[in-house]
């Protein structure tokens, strides 16, 4: 054993090869900010003791161990880097904080393949912690190295201080803080903490609770202290520079943006300066901005500025008792509040209200909520902690469509906090008359709390078209835009706007002319809205009597009702992933027989397009075992994932097989790349008996994959019918993520190599006789549709809240305007020009005189 003070060899905690700490991928390690060392790359899970001595802290996350040896000296093991972040996912503590340990125990326990994947690095530093007591000598040289082997030295500095203390006269000043960085005191924010105050005279301090206070020069004492996010902090400071270090370690201590920004600062800082995103200009007059339309229709007002905000600084928390009570009266009035709203509403707010309802009283939320109370949280703060971690875990998921969801635990989120804070819940801010909100994101929440008499349109720089608040808007017919990107919100607040909810654009500050044209459209519009709701449910047919079938997409019973009230004429696609989301196993056949019957009873005899489950990649369905994978969107979902999990592809094709409905059944397969695919599903359809049927179902592919375009002449001949999935077809054409809002707007199925694949696919479907449907978002698109005609599509497949007006709007083409239009977008070069032409058309199409 050492005694105090007393050199030390340190043995390898770890099995790995060891490198210098300069190799350190992060700069508060390879900058030695916490303390020199070694950095070994593990290749066995396991940290064992490097010497005799004492734990000092393991943090809730497991991922780092403090150790104070027999002679004094402090030490971090730090697994990884950037691996807080897994929140102790993959990690085991064989020890707890306070524990003596002998060289060679084991000490924490950690999965190598997971740290690999989701840390920045595994490189794991093992340092002497900065005392200024001792220092390192004699570092073992790169290579191999196995546990216990000797790493490096530690014997008392010569002639140097312990420790730095701090000049304590002054006067003292104090402060109390929420901690908002994301992982609370960890290795990193301590480091930043001990550097910023490292110049100033003063002796700072802080203290959580009835813990003793920390003195903040020591990355052990800062950690000890096991501080996390949202949890109180008060620092002292005093001395000669007293203030100023209250300032700084107030400042790394603060909400979340910010100190992920001061982390994300310190982690760049060393190695190169931070580079600004830069800040788009303010629209000049006259500028136009493009976004995606989510509710249509034309709105001229001026425009206004409203956030989501929830101010959660400087919040105090009383005891556990009186924090719990707190919130569990919050729930119970925004309970009380979305139960009389879901009961007297009535429409879409309604059924919203009703879904709020059941995220109010999720399980995980309220657990989190109550654990952080108990730790000594106030209300307010663990009620957002519980939010952002559902957040999190739904963005984990990473379907865009869940991640929609986001909007609306943020929207519960911000009502339980206004009611913490004592606001009136049931009233929204005052907007002047005749506003275009714009706001980066909105509630649904928020939206319905406006003065709708006041509210003439709605532009969101982020926000996404089949959100709750875009479905809202269509509902109350309110023209909303969306994606419109960071410029929106540098558009001055009063300025006026032209919101175009038909185009995609907004114009800012319009000149006379240009004003005066858009009002005589308000106008025009405003005839065709009668005419469309007139003739929603006759048949359409283009001017020269091209028959053009218009159908839904829908997800659901209700779905399915709003479609043919709004004059679809089937439902061209049935989304099935929404009957196996949401719960924790999947739907057996019977089940699913139940959900299929309810919607072919409401669509009657009208076609009806299953499409079997297009789960995995990005739409994870948690019950589906799935490995983890590099690239989801190329990974195994659809079809492939359907063929890899016979029995559940099996139990669904069963309850379609047992669904007799009293016009043909179309199943339809997605993401399919190659003939065997369709081959495999029908061969099980076969199996499954689906000759003993009174009618036989009729197997279509979706057309979604560049491949199937390419080769659609020979899966023509295996199937029953197409349709075409732009969406998907757009996002692997092009390789853009159809879920990166930065590709948004460039993410255009009028692209002219997805035209291509549109005609070639279309041509083929043709000389085999078979039909061929578009049921992506181009088909409810006013822009794309005349194109899709060209190309020969007969048959559009769309939410139903878009037919009226697509209807309309087909009914004023001839086939020979479709067909010039189709063939001057394939010869074009980019989707810009596509688009641009086609903007003229409808334009002119809309004009006076046209309708
Ligand atoms: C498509 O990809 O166009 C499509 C309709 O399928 P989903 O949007 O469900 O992936
Ligand atoms: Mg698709």
């Known amino acids: 054993m050492n005694e105090e003070n007393q050199d030390l060899t ?50 809730e996350s497991r991922h780092a161990i403090n150790l104070r040896a ?21 990690f085991e503590a064989a020890v707890a904080s306070g524990e003596r340990v002998r060289r060679g125990q084991l000490l924490l326990k950690f999965d190598l393949e997971k740290v690999l994947r989701r840390a920045a690095s595994l490189r794991t530093p093992v340092l002497l912690l900065q005392s200024g007591a001792f220092e390192v000598a004699g570092h073992r040289s790169e290579g191999p190295v196995d546990f216990g082997e000797a790493l490096f030295e ?106 992920v920004q001061q982390e994300h600062f310190l982690k760049t800082a060393a190695v190169e300066p931070v580079i600004q995103a830069e800040l788009p200009e303010a629209p000049v007059d006259g500028a136009v901005i493009r976004a995606q339309p989510a509710s249509p229709g034309l709105a001229r007002g001026t425009g206004f500025r409203l956030d989501a905000e929830v101010a959660l600084l400087d919040i105090k928390a009383g005891s556990v008792e009186a924090e719990q009570a707190a919130l569990t009266g919050a729930l119970e009035q925004v309970r009380n509040h979305l139960q009389q709203l879901a009961e007297t509403d009535g429409g879409t707010g309604a059924e919203i209200a009703a879904a709020h309802l059941a995220l109010l009283d999720d399980p995980m939320i309220a657990d989190h909520a109550a654990y952080r109370i108990g730790q000594g949280g106030a209300a307010p703060l663990a009620w957002q902690d519980a939010i952002d971690r559902a957040v999190e875990t739904l963005k984990r998921a990473g379907d865009a469509r869940m991640l929609e969801r986001e909007d609306d635990l943020r929207d519960i989120g911000l009502r339980v906090q206004r009611a913490l804070a004592g606001e009136d819940i049931g009233h929204g801010p005052e907007i002047p008359d005749g506003s275009i909100v714009l706001a980066d994101n909105l509630l649904p929440s928020q939206l319905l709390e406006l003065d709708r008499d006041r509210l003439r349109g709605i532009c969101l720089a982020a926000g996404g078209a089949t959100s709750h608040v875009a479905i809202l808007a269509i509902s109350l017919e309110i023209p909303m835009l969306v994606a419109a990107g960071p410029q929106l919100l540098r558009v001055e607040i009063g300025s006026e706007l032209l919101l175009d909810g038909e185009l995609g654009e907004i114009t800012v500050r319009p000149d ?49 009702l709003a479609a043919v009230k709004a004059g679809a004429e089937g439902a061209g696609l049935l989304r099935t992933e929404f009957a196996f989301m949401d719960r924790n196993r999947a739907p057996d056949s019977a089940e699913q027989l139940a959900i299929y019957s309810r919607i072919s009873d409401v669509l009657e005899s009208r076609p009806m397009v299953v499409r079997t489950l297009d789960a995995g990649g990005d739409k994870p369905v948690s019950y589906i075992e799935q490995q983890a994978e590099e690239n989801p969107a190329l990974g195994v979902r659809g079809i492939r994932l359907g063929l890899e999990n016979e029995a559940l592809l099996e139990a669904q094709l069963r309850a379609l097989i047992e669904l007799e409905r009293p016009a043909p059944l179309q199943v339809m397969i997605p993401m399919v790349s190659s003939v065997h695919e369709v081959r495999a ?88 006789g078979i039909p061929v449907a578009v049921c992506g978002g181009a088909a409810g698109d006013l822009m794309a549709a005349p194109v899709l005609l060209g190309l020969g599509v007969r048959e559009l497949s769309m939410p139903g809240s878009l037919i009226a007006r697509q209807k309309a709007r087909l009914r004023m083409l001839s086939m020979e305007t479709c067909e010039s239009l189709a063939g001057r977008a394939l010869a074009m070069s980019s989707a810009r020009e596509v688009r641009s032409m086609m903007r003229e058309f409808v334009l002119a199409q809309s004009a006076p005189g046209n309708g």
Request: hydrophobic fraction near 40%; glycine fraction near 10%.
């Open 10 to 59: 340190v043995g390898s905690p770890l099995s790995g090869w060891c490198a210098s700490l300069d190799d350190s991928p992060d700069p508060v390690f390879s900058g030695r900010v916490l303390g020199d060392g070694v950095s070994i790359d593990p290749v066995v899970g396991e940290v064992r003791a490097p010497f005799d001595g004492e734990v000092l802290t393991v943090p």
């Open 70 to 90: 027999d002679n004094g000296a402090e030490f971090l093991i730090h697994v990884g880097i950037d691996s807080v972040g897994l929140a102790g996912e993959g």
């Open 154 to 259: 530690v014997s008392p500095a010569a002639g140097q201080e312990a420790a730095v203390e701090a000049s304590g006269d002054g006067p003292e000043v104090a402060q109390t803080v929420a901690v908002g960085l994301e992982h609370g005191i960890h290795a990193r924010p301590a480091a930043a903490l001990i550097e910023a105050i490292k110049p100033l005279e003063a002796s700072v301090f802080c203290q959580q609770g009835e813990l003793p206070p920390a003195n903040a020069r020591s990355a052990v004492a800062l950690m000890s202290l096991g501080v996390n996010y949202g949890d109180q902090v008060t620092v002292t400071a005093r001395g000669q520079d007293a203030g100023k270090a209250l300032g700084l370690v107030v400042e790394a201590l603060k909400p979340l943006d910010e100190s």
């Open 512 to 560: 006379g002319p240009v004003a005066e044209r858009f009002e005589q459209r308000i106008v025009e519009d405003k005839k065709l809205r009668q005419v469309e709701q007139d003739q929603s449910h006759a048949e359409c047919r283009t001017r020269d009597g091209a028959r053009i079938h218009i159908l839904a997409n829908i997800g659901s019973a209700q779905d399915a």
């Open 681 to 768: 599903v029908r061969q099980m359809m076969n199996r499954l008996g689906q000759d003993d049927r009174n009618t036989p179902i009729r197997l279509g592919i979706m057309i979604e994959t560049p491949a199937a375009a390419l080769i659609a002449d020979r899966l023509a001949q295996e199937v029953d019918f197409f349709s075409i999935g732009t969406n998907d077809l757009t996002q692997y054409t092009l390789c853009m993520d159809r879920g990166e809002p930065r590709l948004a707007n460039r993410l255009d199925a009028l692209h002219p190599a997805v035209l291509e694949l549109v005609r070639l696919t279309v041509q083929a479907g043709d000389a085999a």
